[in-house]
């Protein structure tokens, strides 16, 4: 199986500032074949379930703020949130869909500063 | 507006069974490649099982042999039959849609499933 290793396990961030979230894979998780890299973060709020903010690490999902954007290639990917808002606090989760099973990262948990 | 809410879980002594229920609104079940994933009180995500439109199943491998992924085309429901049950099992279970291949963008509130004597 792939792990998935996220990084930090939480951090603070005050509003309106910058949040960094890092995902590695055991693996690359680039398709050759279609140069697409299968690799998915999601956002959980308290008491909710998840909710799809970026796909193919950099396709964000229809209704989901610019504030959010995904990097990465390969092994290595990011989640920046650009300027953190009071319903961003959440625990964030990176996921890979390149092998079966899909596995997801430990998760990230954001709080306000 | 697409819906997916799930029902079914409970309190179940150790070694018993449960059937869990994900009924679809505004999408077709067999059309699309659905997934139930889980997670235990205060941890993370545990992909469970996928049933792809063709009918072909997977499973992870901490419930292989135990978990049972099926649809009823005519209700628009996807179900998870889950026997043998452990006390590791205990977690809120979502029902899914896998999109795309790569990423679960449709997600119900979640049915809870607690395992102990």
């Known amino acids: 199986d792939i792990v998935m290793t996220q990084s930090p396990d939480s951090l603070a961030v005050s509003l309106g500032e910058r949040a960094t979230i890092n995902c590695r894979s055991s693996?690359?998780?680039?398709?050759?074949?279609?140069?697409?890299?299968?690799l998915t973060w999601y956002r959980q709020k308290p008491g909710q379930p998840p909710e799809l903010l970026i796909y193919?690490?950099?396709t964000r999902e229809s209704g989901v703020p610019d504030r959010f954007s995904g990097s990465g290639s390969g092994t290595d990917f990011t989640l920046t949130i650009s300027s953190l808002q009071a319903e961003d606090v959440a625990v964030y989760y990176c996921?890979?869909?390149?092998?079966?099973?899909?596995?997801f990262g430990g998760g990230t948990k954001v709080e306000i500063k | 507006e697409v819906q997916l809410v799930e029902s079914g879980g409970g309190l179940i002594q150790p070694g018993g069974s449960l059937r869990l229920s994900c009924a679809a609104s505004?999408?077709?079940?067999?059309?699309?490649?659905m997934t139930w994933v889980r997670q235990a009180p205060g941890k993370g995500l545990e992909w469970v099982s996928v049933?792809?439109?063709?009918?072909?199943?997977y499973y992870a491998d901490s419930v292989k042999g135990r978990f049972t992924i099926s649809r009823d085309n005519s209700k628009n429901t996807l179900f998870l039959q889950m026997d043998s049950l452990r006390a590791e099992d205990t977690a809120v279970y979502y029902c899914?849609?896998?999109?795309?291949?790569?990423?679960?963008?449709?997600w119900g509130q979640g049915t809870m499933v607690t395992v102990s004597s």
């Open positions: 899914t849609r896998l999109h795309l291949r790569v990423a679960f963008d449709i």
């Open positions: 505004g999408l077709t079940v067999s059309s699309n490649y």
């Open positions: 193919w690490a950099s």
């Open positions: 049933i792809y439109s063709g009918g072909n199943t």
């Open positions: 996921q890979q869909y390149y092998t079966t099973p899909p596995t």
């Open positions: 693996q690359s998780v680039l398709y050759s074949s279609d140069n697409k890299n299968y």
